[in-house]
């Protein structure tokens, strides 16, 4: 986006939320070390009722949102998914499953399709049941997993898959996108984890260093290579972790620019991570999504460019990033309105480069790592 390009961030000029993620559920059978979702996950025992839901996807789609994901936890888990994904398509929304592939069998898969969903997304942890045990908490999801993708392709999907890479599988990228390309992949998203929630709970043992990260790109770059030779259509994107950039992403699009998150239990965010920063977010049980969006305090708190702090207030590029991340400024420094520190300008940047010298020393093993699970959970829950 160019510096006279209007920003939908911008005050006066909030657009439509354009992204609807719908949390259905913290449940999951899975235990991940890197979960974006909340630390006190265990403290939300409340879901939202399939009629709310069918309302929350009502209002969004009238407010003007085209593309929908479903996700959690493990959005299998809801027994209505079909009926939500149902009604998702009939008013007209682009639905996108996220799924473990837990949960899913054929006849899911049918019901699923039958229902009108457009795309389903599998996350795989590694290329070997070892290390996705160890890194998911679970000695069978691996082997599910793999028939669960097969199946997915077999039923005429796109087969997408989410590999998070971090210290300790990103050094068998090798095998991790041989696997893919058996699986008949059609796209595979080597995703290096973001230091958010559970993830930044463990981000020592669990942010590759420089070293292990360019081997990695070099090992995409030739499988690129191969792939093309061979004229297998399998589409690779690498997604390089923030720490390891001089400027940071223009997150979400920006605060309450383009997307909003609905959380389990009727939560509204700006983003899947925000229920971390320390402000409460308004709830669909209590107020229209519509006032929500557009007169919330806490969706208008970092809207346009006035909250910024120097150096983004007089930088020539915060139109183009939006000061970057909430969530990681906050995480970093312990103010949400600070310059994300992995901007090289931000006086915080050192927090982020001693990560990364952290990073080529670091000796946490998989099985030091703390698993996202409701015991570890309860540690963090408030009351
Ligand atoms: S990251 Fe893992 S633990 Fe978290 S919701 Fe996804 S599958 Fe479950
Ligand atoms: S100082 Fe702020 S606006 Fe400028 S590049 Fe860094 S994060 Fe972006």
Same mark, same amino acid.
């Given at each position: 986006?160019?510096?006279?390009?209007?920003?939908?961030?911008?005050?006066?000029?909030?657009?439509?939320?354009? !992204?609807?993620?719908? *949390?259905?559920?913290?449940?999951?059978? &899975?235990?991940?070390?890197?979960?974006?979702?909340?630390?006190?996950?265990?403290?939300?025992?409340?879901?939202?009722?399939?009629?709310?839901?069918?309302?929350? +996807? %009502?209002?969004? @789609?009238?407010?003007?949102?085209?593309?929908?994901?479903?996700?959690?936890? *493990?959005?299998?888990?809801?027994?209505?998914?079909?009926?939500?994904?149902?009604?998702? $398509?009939? +008013?007209?929304?682009?639905?996108?499953?996220?799924?473990?592939?837990?949960? &899913?069998?054929?006849?899911?898969?049918?019901?699923?399709?039958?229902?009108? +969903?457009?795309?389903?997304?599998?996350?795989?942890?590694?290329?070997?049941?070892?290390?996705?045990?160890?890194?998911?908490?679970?000695?069978?999801?691996?082997?599910?997993?793999?028939? #669960?993708?097969?199946?997915?392709?077999?039923?005429?999907?796109?087969?997408?898959?989410?590999?998070?890479?971090?210290?300790?599988?990103?050094?068998?990228?090798?095998?991790?996108?041989?696997?893919?390309?058996?699986?008949?992949?059609? %796209?595979? *998203?080597?995703?290096?984890?973001? #230091?958010?929630?559970?993830? $930044?709970?463990?981000?020592?043992?669990?942010?590759?260093? @420089?070293?292990?990260?360019?081997?990695?790109?070099?090992?995409?770059?030739?499988?690129?290579?191969?792939?093309?030779?061979?004229?297998?259509?399998?589409?690779?994107?690498?997604?390089?972790?923030?720490?390891?950039?001089? @400027?940071?992403?223009?997150?979400?699009?920006? !605060?309450?620019?383009?997307?909003?998150?609905?959380?389990?239990?009727?939560?509204?965010?700006?983003? $899947?991570?925000?229920?971390?920063?320390?402000?409460?977010?308004?709830?669909?049980? *209590?107020?229209?999504?519509?006032?929500? !969006?557009?007169?919330?305090?806490?969706?208008?708190?970092?809207?346009?460019?006035?909250?910024?702090?120097?150096?983004?207030?007089?930088?020539?590029?915060? /139109?183009?990033?939006?000061?970057?991340?909430?969530?990681?400024?906050?995480?970093?420094?312990?103010?949400?309105?600070?310059?994300?520190?992995?901007?090289?300008?931000?006086?915080? /940047? $050192?927090?982020?480069?001693?990560?990364? =010298?952290?990073?080529?020393?670091?000796?946490?093993? #998989?099985?030091?790592?703390?698993?996202?699970?409701? /015991?570890?959970? @309860?540690?963090?829950? =408030?009351?």
């Amino acid at each position: 986006m160019s510096s006279t390009t209007p920003n939908p961030a911008l005050p006066g000029a909030t657009g439509a939320p354009l !992204w609807l993620l719908a *949390e259905l559920t913290y449940r999951c059978p &899975l235990q991940c070390a890197y979960c974006s979702n909340p630390l006190e996950f265990a403290a939300v025992k409340e879901e939202l009722s399939t009629t709310e839901w069918i309302e929350v +996807l %009502a209002q969004a @789609r009238a407010m003007g949102a085209v593309q929908m994901g479903f996700s959690g936890g *493990e959005p299998l888990l809801r027994q209505d998914l079909e009926a939500l994904v149902a009604e998702a $398509h009939r +008013l007209g929304f682009y639905t996108n499953l996220i799924t473990s592939g837990l949960g &899913l069998d054929e006849a899911r898969i049918e019901a699923l399709r039958t229902a009108g +969903l457009d795309h389903i997304q599998i996350s795989l942890q590694a290329s070997d049941a070892d290390v996705a045990a160890a890194i998911a908490g679970s000695r069978k999801a691996h082997a599910k997993k793999l028939a #669960m993708a097969r199946a997915v392709k077999a039923a005429g999907y796109p087969m997408v898959l989410n590999v998070v890479l971090h210290r300790h599988n990103i050094d068998r990228l090798d095998a991790i996108i041989a696997l893919c390309d058996e699986l008949g992949a059609d %796209a595979v *998203e080597l995703a290096n984890c973001q #230091m958010y929630g559970w993830a $930044h709970l463990n981000r020592e043992g669990l942010l590759p260093s @420089r070293a292990q990260l360019e081997a990695a790109e070099a090992t995409t770059a030739r499988w690129r290579e191969q792939l093309t030779e061979r004229g297998r259509n399998m589409r690779l994107l690498f997604v390089v972790p923030d720490y390891y950039n001089e @400027r940071p992403k223009a997150c979400m699009g920006g !605060w309450g620019a383009i997307f909003m998150t609905v959380a389990p239990d009727g939560a509204v965010l700006p983003c $899947h991570s925000a229920r971390m920063l320390p402000m409460s977010f308004p709830n669909v049980r *209590e107020q229209p999504l519509r006032e929500i !969006w557009y007169d919330s305090e806490p969706f208008n708190r970092y809207r346009g460019d006035a909250w910024m702090q120097e150096p983004c207030r007089s930088c020539d590029e915060r /139109h183009q990033d939006v000061g970057g991340c909430r969530c990681q400024a906050y995480l970093l420094t312990g103010d949400a309105a600070a310059t994300d520190p992995v901007c090289s300008l931000s006086p915080d /940047h $050192h927090l982020v480069e001693a990560a990364r =010298r952290e990073a080529d020393t670091a000796t946490v093993e #998989m099985v030091d790592l703390t698993l996202r699970n409701v /015991h570890e959970s @309860r540690v963090f829950c =408030r009351d």
